[in-house]
């Protein structure tokens, strides 16, 4: 093998200021400029969507010429712009309340919170010892939130006085399930998993995302199609969310 | 705000956090309203481009990647392209992706970077190793949107010249940038 650290060709493909990655070099660069016509900066996003490694020839241009932004002055728009876009974003006028806003959703999201501290509890203790079968409950409740097409699923445990609250998607349309997501250092959110809407509650944390899940990182929950959103990616409305602190 | 507590709210967009689209409107929304009035130069299509954005800005969250761009980088491209989607609509320009892209080799170009190798260097470096005439031509085409015909006829070049200019320019600042 004497030759193995030679500089041939395709080691590395074709050497970028030949030939076509030379030309895509320039595409990519001329569409960062901002110098093609609408339907060329067409082409070129076309081509990204579908090119993964043309797509980051066009992010490494992004980023080498972003320092020109500099060059823009800040202009404050004006105070009704914002108003036009949060209609238009949030789809319902502004002031109109909206689940954020509803008392009866907080009161609601209260005890979303005790069941997400419950199922966070649960998996901390699932994480240090075998799961092992849990009494059956004895009692059950099922709270409907107001509005919100959220349940609450309340189990209770008479041998042991333990009392667990879940939240169930129940009444969205069709069948949901009620994803949980850790949102972590400005990082896209990563599925925890499902809630459990039945049985024994708690989740177990994917190996992969136990040293993520601490004091700075933020839990939400999203409704979702059922078995969980299909992308990877939270796709349904965030009915509750909060930061994740050490117990005292 | 640092870049980390940009690239969380962005995150929280992506959740569907109003409360997060509200401060990040209120963080970034006079650079990225400099920017549309810069491009458009038209006060009002500057108004209907910041809401546009907005809007994308409210969808695209969550597919943001914060390893792969800043945040404040991120938001400043998505305004910065639509700014130029619509005056590209506005005012067409021909199309130039099916036409040649050969140009000599620039390894002999005599404008290559003549820096020591090293950290890599910031835009503002490079450009100042390109003949001023097209670093300016460069500046521009980015900041101000301006097309390829608008700059011949600013630098009293033809067409073709310019297409070079700046395709060359662009192959020296790549090298320069990423040496």
Known sequence: MTDKNADGPGAEGERADSGPMRRDELIAGEYVLGILSLEDRGKVEARMAADRRFAATVRRWQTNLSGLDDAYQPVTPPAHLRRRIERRVFGAPAPQPSLWHSLVFWRGCAFASIAVIAVLGGMVALSERAPRPAPAPTLSAEMAVTGTGIDLIAAYQAASGRLMVRPVAARQEGARSLELWLVEGGQAPRSLGILPESGEGGLIVPADLRRALGPGATLAVSIEPPGGSPTGKVTGPVIAQGPVARMP | ?179
Request: with cysteine; net charge neutral.
């Open chain 2, 1 to 179: 705000m640092t870049q980390d507590g940009l690239a969380l709210l962005i995150a929280r967009i992506g959740l569907r956090d109003r409360e997060a689209f509200a401060l990040v409107y209120r963080q970034t929304s006079a650079k990225l309203f400099g920017i549309c009035l810069r491009i458009l130069k038209d006060r009002a299509d500057a108004e209907e481009a910041l809401q546009d954005i907005y809007v994308k800005i409210w969808e695209r969250a969550v597919s943001f990647v914060p390893g792969e761009t800043s945040p404040a980088g991120w938001l400043q491209a998505i305004a910065r392209n639509h700014a130029i989607d619509r005056l590209r609509a506005r005012k067409p320009v021909a199309d130039a992706i099916d036409e040649a892209y050969d140009l000599a080799d620039s390894t002999d170009d005599p404008e290559a970077c003549a820096v020591a190798a090293g950290e890599r260097r910031r835009i503002d470096v490079c450009l100042g190793e390109l003949a001023a005439a097209r670093a300016e031509a460069v500046r521009r085409a980015y900041v101000e949107g301006a097309s390829y015909q608008e700059l011949a006829d600013h630098f009293a070049v033809p067409l073709n010249t310019m297409r070079t200019w700046l395709r060359r320019s662009l192959l020296t600042l790549r090298k320069c940038l990423e040496r």
